[in-house]
């Protein structure tokens, strides 16, 4: 397949939609001789802050001379993003290959009289495909929805890390805390060590499907601390404290006060890992996280105004980066450039983040499943409201209304954030 043809082939699955199970990738991983069993992993999932840990150790693993992958969910821009080796995009090309390879074992299954896979998990497939065909050692990967069901859920990695649990993809992993814990702690395996920083009910759940399986647990406020100690060039100064595995103080290039959590997991994971391997060390982990990025969390682009982008797509999201713009910029109005999709708690994540003093242009995300800017607005209170016609336009009308001395926020769905990333960086 060219590029554009391996983009219409996964065009044409995406109408299979989400179908959760292990089956049809279990077969598929089958036919192609198993090749996620030919590298380590580290195995990621959570509510909220799965990417950015998920980068924070491929970007360690990375510093320590170790070949690394990282498989992410959903791409912002293009599909290549999702496949990633020592800080390169797989090329276009390769994606290519990679889904080209994977198809002719699809087209066998179907032969065979299996159910046509999805997507999501032809894309896994071929991840783990290109990792094993390039060589590398240790691929981090992040869970696509929930943990138990989920696609990636057939490795068998070295660490399991659960960031944390709140209500999300309550129509196909429960309606309760209790629920959804029971899927992320699904990514548990016997013997494996996990670190979460889950509270309250979801950690006790963790704790008792680990305890199943032979399997110690690292809890943040147990096992690991974090502490914030400041602000210096763009950058927050961070202590974590790992007891007897370690502790590590540098400078974390993500801001928000949510990746402090975030940071003590991938380090708390790092340093476990370094007690098996002497590549990892404090160093490598303190150069690592000054040089990590992942785009559209809370990232500031400097101008007049200020922009800031943040895929925050769930009332917990919300939340902390209303937390985190309240920290960095105390006392200011922000002026929202807003899309959501419908089938998300659309009122609980307004009410999270948006203020009587806000101003708010509606925008639509890019995907089938949005909301219209009209039902967005609607159910918005503030001291201004409206609905742009499309991303564009929202983003100017939002920079014009806020004035050179403002600050906009782009926030609300990741199938915004990679348009309005575009428009603004002029990508």
């Not at 896979?117 to 992040?142: K, L, N, Q, R, S």
């Not at 399991?160 to 699904?186: F, M, P, Q, Y």
Request: hydrophobic letters at 45%; proline letters at 3%; aromatic letters at 6%.
């Amino acid at each position: 397949m060219t590029y554009e043809q391996t983009l219409a082939y996964l065009e044409n699955l995406s109408k299979f939609g989400i179908n959760l199970g292990m089956a049809r990738i279990e077969r598929l991983l089958e036919l192609m001789q198993h090749p996620e069993r030919r590298f380590k992993t580290i195995h990621v999932t959570g509510t909220n802050g799965k990417g950015s840990t998920t980068a924070m150790l491929a970007a360690i693993l990375a510093a320590s001379g170790i070949k690394t992958g990282m498989y992410t969910s959903p791409h912002l821009v293009d599909y290549p993003e999702r496949m990633i080796v020592n800080g390169q995009e797989i090329t276009q090309e390769a994606f290519a290959q990679a889904i080209d390879y994977t198809s002719k074992f699809v087209d066998q299954m179907l032969a065979d009289g299996f159910e046509q896979p999805t997507e999501f998990e032809v894309i896994t497939a071929a991840a783990f495909y290109y990792f094993a065909a390039v060589g590398v050692e240790y691929a981090v990967i992040e869970v696509g929805l929930g943990g138990l069901l989920d696609s990636t859920n057939v490795i068998i990695p070295e660490i399991s890390a659960i960031t944390n649990v709140t209500l999300e993809h309550t129509d196909r992993c429960g309606s309760t805390i209790a629920e959804i814990a029971r899927h992320k702690a699904g990514i548990i395996k016997a013997g494996v060590p996990v670190v979460t920083a889950a509270q309250g009910e979801a950690l006790a759940i963790i704790k008792e499907t680990a305890a199943s399986k032979n399997a110690q647990v690292y809890a943040k406020e147990e096992h690991f601390f974090s502490q914030f100690k400041g602000l210096a060039q763009g950058q927050q100064q961070i202590l974590v404290d790992a007891g007897e595995l370690g502790k590590v103080e540098a400078a974390l290039n993500l801001i928000g006060f949510h990746q402090l959590e975030n940071s003590a997991v991938a380090v708390t994971a790092a340093l476990i890992l370094g007690k098996k391997d002497s590549r990892i060390t404090e160093l490598a982990i303190g150069k690592a996280l000054a040089e990590v990025c992942w785009p559209g969390r809370f990232e500031i682009v400097p101008g007049e105004p200020v922009i800031i982008i943040d895929g925050a797509h769930n009332p917990d999201g919300a939340r902390v980066l209303r937390q985190n713009l309240d920290q960095v910029f105390p006392g200011k109005d922000i002026t929202f450039a807003l899309g959501i999709l419908r089938d998300k708690d659309v009122s609980g994540i307004i009410r999270a983040l948006i203020r009587q003093t806000d101003t708010v242009v509606t925008v639509q995300p890019l995907s089938y499943r949005a909301a219209t800017p009209e039902e967005v607005a609607r159910e918005i209170q503030a001291r201004r409201v409206e609905a742009a016609a499309t991303i564009g336009s929202g983003i100017e009308r939002a920079k014009e209304l806020a004035g050179a001395d403002g600050i906009v926020c782009v926030a609300g769905s990741l199938y915004l954030i990679g348009e309005a990333r575009q428009i603004i960086l002029n990508k």
